[in-house]
């Protein structure tokens, strides 16, 4: 089955502590990207990835690094969570970010940071 | 800088009636225009889309969306709502942000609930 899977779902943790969120895709989209969705702010973009070792920043990068080293996954690092991150992040591919395609959500990752 | 508005953050239906969920955008070029439900607990799922040629786009489910040029507008449109489409639908806009990269930007959301 074509899918994008995030692990884990459900994330519980203290501030500072590093944690990675991982993201999977098995339909060989080159491109794929982060959001972050808030209630009453929709969906923001953290970062993109055009390829393999092809990055770049979105609207709202800060606190968040991101790689790229295989075309199917694109792992979503905090390396130092605050409680301004609790939010629900959803991992998203498209098969080639110049055309016209839509894209696949993941099921997102709830995360909570006290 | 690209934009979408969706004005309403929620509609409520009677099932059985039309639905409308509406959006605008601003984009200097060509838009390029989405439509994603995303219901409880699941991430976002693809309806439509309008790229070029009909205004009048067709997509999943039964929803289809009206592409008005002149109002900037995108409308997503049902002819009867069922209780199962009440769920969050996002409209979302692409566009060239340099270097041979595109940026999805999206609204904030309308929350749709069908009343049986």
């Known amino acids: 089955e074509a899918q994008v899977t995030q692990n884990p779902r459900y994330l519980i943790t203290v501030t500072g502590k590093k944690l990675t969120v991982t993201c999977s895709q098995n339909?060989?989209?080159?491109?794929m990207s982060w959001y972050r969705q808030d209630p009453g702010l929709g969906l923001r973009q953290i970062y993109y990835?055009?390829?393999?070792?092809?990055?770049d920043k979105g609207d709202v990068p800060e606190g968040y690094k991101v790689s790229r080293k295989e075309k199917r996954n694109f792992p979503l690092i905090l390396e130092s969570p605050s409680p301004n991150q609790t939010s629900l992040y959803f991992c998203?591919?498209?098969?080639?970010?110049?055309?016209?395609?839509?894209?696949?959500f993941g099921p997102g990752t709830r995360l909570t940071v006290t | 800088a690209q934009s979408v508005a969706q004005p309403e953050d929620q509609v409520n239906v009677a099932e059985g009636n039309p639905l409308t969920v509406k959006c605008t955008y601003s984009?200097?070029?060509?838009?390029?225009l989405f439509w994603y439900v995303q219901y409880p607990n699941r991430g976002l799922q693809f309806l439509l889309k309008?790229?070029?040629?009909?205004?009048l786009v067709k997509g999943s489910y039964g929803f289809e969306a009206e592409f008005n040029k002149s109002q900037t507008s995108f409308h997503l449109k049902k002819p009867s709502a069922l209780v199962s489409d009440s769920a969050l639908y996002f409209c979302?806009?692409?566009?060239?942000?340099?270097?041979?990269?595109?940026?999805?930007?999206f609204g904030k959301g309308t929350k749709l609930s069908v009343i049986p």
């Open positions: 984009v200097s070029g060509n838009p390029y």
């Open positions: 309008y790229i070029t040629g009909d205004n």
């Open positions: 339909m060989n989209h080159e491109y």
């Open positions: 998203a591919s498209s098969p080639t970010p110049g055309q016209t395609y839509e894209q696949y």
């Open positions: 979302a806009v692409r566009e060239y942000s340099g270097a041979g990269s595109y940026q999805l930007t």
């Open positions: 990835s055009m390829n393999v070792e092809v990055t």
